[in-house]
Each structure stands twice: as C-alpha cells, then as structure tokens.
C-alpha cells in the first residue's frame, strides 16, 4: 500500500504496488483514458484522478478493492450495474477476489465527461 503523501504522478502512485496490483490500476488508468482522452491526470486527495472541467473520477487501490470514485451521480446513474458491489455516496468497491468491471468503469467515467462537459457548458452561458 502506497502512503506516502510526496507523490506527484499517477506512475509514482501505482509504482508503490505489488504487480498484481499495478496491472489492475494500469488497466483501470487506460480504461478511464480511453473514456476520457482529453482529461488531465493529476494526483488529489493522494489518488490518481483525471480532470476535465473538474474532477472526474479518482482511484485507489486498498488491501481488499479498487475504490472508484466518480462523486455522486456517477454512482447514482449506475444503480443498478452496480447493485452487487459496495458502495456509498460517492464511491464504488471493486473486491480484487472477482473480476473488475472495467466496461463498467469506462461507461461511468464517459458518463462524467459528459457531465462536466455540460456543466461547464452552462456555466459558459450564463
């Protein structure tokens, strides 16, 4: 487990983990670039995030899951694809001991581009 809070790039991040572990946050990395190709990456709250008019989706890798965190309505908006993981307001367990979802991932983060997107459609408006 990576704690050091001197951590800069999502590279230093999963460099902290055993392979195992690297090849899933690697995996969940592209999975969320390919939903978000225009998104910056960046290091907040200490978990790789990508950013593209605000805050995307962060992630972490704990002892036992993935956490994914795309804030509320991204959890909300899946309800149902993600009735069988645990999850809270604004975040999401993938257990390491089953497979990841990583369509799933990928249909939540596309689902926050579009978010943002319209949001700061908006906000440019008024």
Do not use: W
């Amino acid at each position: 487990m990576n704690s050091d809070s001197t951590i800069q790039t999502i590279d230093e991040y999963i460099a902290g983990f055993p392979e195992d572990i690297r090849e899933i946050l690697e995996k969940v990395r592209e999975t969320i670039r390919q939903a978000a190709p225009d998104a910056t990456e960046k290091i907040s709250y200490q978990m790789p995030t990508f950013y593209l008019n605000g805050n995307l989706v962060h992630f972490a890798a704990f002892k036992k899951h993935i956490g994914l965190y795309p804030a509320p309505s991204g959890v909300e908006a899946f309800q149902e694809e993600l009735a069988p993981y645990v999850k809270a307001k604004g975040s999401i367990q993938f257990p390491l001991d089953k497979p990841i979802p990583y369509n799933l991932i990928g249909k939540i983060a596309a689902f926050r581009v579009k978010e943002n997107a319209d949001k700061a459609a908006v906000k440019k408006k008024k």
